[in-house]
């Protein structure tokens, strides 16, 4: 049992807005050591086929799985959108999504009941928020809107210029009367600011990757594999540059707090 706590958790994300998750992660859970995976050389999967992202998403978690994992968690919401929980609970390990926690926390947040999703196309196409929220709230209204061209926009650093404004301002300017609204992709975090300063203090922002830890936490509570240890390590890999990884992941976090590997997922299935 005490080998099987001391495992790491491995993360996926189709890049590097699942770091959004992983600080979160790191804040919760201190003693737990992670295995981050971005699949940036194959990114953006919100653009690609809902076929084309379940295989990804196989391949994802077969390699973290190769690393010893103890929980997964899918911290792309396209991922989790198109694998669905019937793959998602196949693995053998708890799996832990974004989806449902951003549903819950929108629904808690919510006064007027009506929320907005911003996702990725296929997230948006893929209804799975729409369900998911009223599945909580049958009588809330949802409008969904796909915004794909900011993943690569924060894949490129560019958090907070012109170029992002006038991107968010043509996404976000027919959103409708909402009071609430689902960042639905772990990249979008990043552009906080520049969504808030588009849609104004009307509506709330739901970041999921808070929820997220949360939910992960009582996950390793239950099935009895939370870690007491207090040396935990953070591993990183990526499907594409390793020196693009690191710039931008310290970028993202500040400090790294590990190192960063280049990975093949393609050997998976």
Not at 48 to 67: G, M, N
Not at 142 to 150: N, S, V
Not at 192 to 210: C, Q, W, Y
Not at 236 to 250: A, R
Request: proline share 3%; net charge negative.
């Amino acid at each position: 049992m005490t080998e099987n706590i001391n495992r790491p958790i491995g993360i996926f994300d189709s890049g590097l807005g699942g770091l959004t998750v992983l600080k979160e992660v790191r804040k919760l859970l201190p003693n737990e050591s992670l295995v981050y995976f971005g699949d940036s050389g194959r990114a953006p999967y919100g653009t690609k086929s809902f076929e084309t992202v379940r295989a990804y998403t196989k391949q994802d978690v077969a390699f973290l799985l190769s690393k010893g994992v103890k929980a997964v968690v899918v911290a792309c919401n396209t991922a989790a959108a198109c694998a669905g929980r019937e793959i998602l609970d196949s693995f053998g390990v708890p799996v832990v999504d974004v989806i449902g926690a951003g549903s819950e926390q929108a629904v808690s947040v919510t006064k007027s009941g009506k929320i907005g999703v911003i996702g990725t196309s296929a997230t948006v196409g893929s209804g799975v928020y729409e369900r998911a929220v009223k599945a909580l709230m049958p009588s809330c209204e949802i409008t969904a809107k796909a915004c794909p061209l900011f993943v690569p926009l924060v894949e490129e650093g560019w958090w907070d210029n012109e170029i992002t404004y006038q991107v968010a301002r043509k996404y976000l300017g027919d959103i409708g009367d909402i009071d609430t609204l689902v960042l639905g992709c772990t990249h979008y975090p990043y552009l906080e600011k520049v969504i808030g300063d588009v849609l104004g203090d009307r509506v709330t922002l739901v970041n999921s990757a808070k929820a997220v830890a949360m939910k992960l936490e009582k996950t390793l509570k239950d099935e009895g594999l939370k870690s007491e240890t207090a040396n935990a390590s953070t591993e990183y890999y990526t499907s594409d540059s390793v020196e693009k990884f690191g710039t931008l992941g310290k970028l993202f976090l500040g400090d790294l707090g590990g190192r960063v590997f280049r990975a093949d997922t393609e050997a998976f299935s």
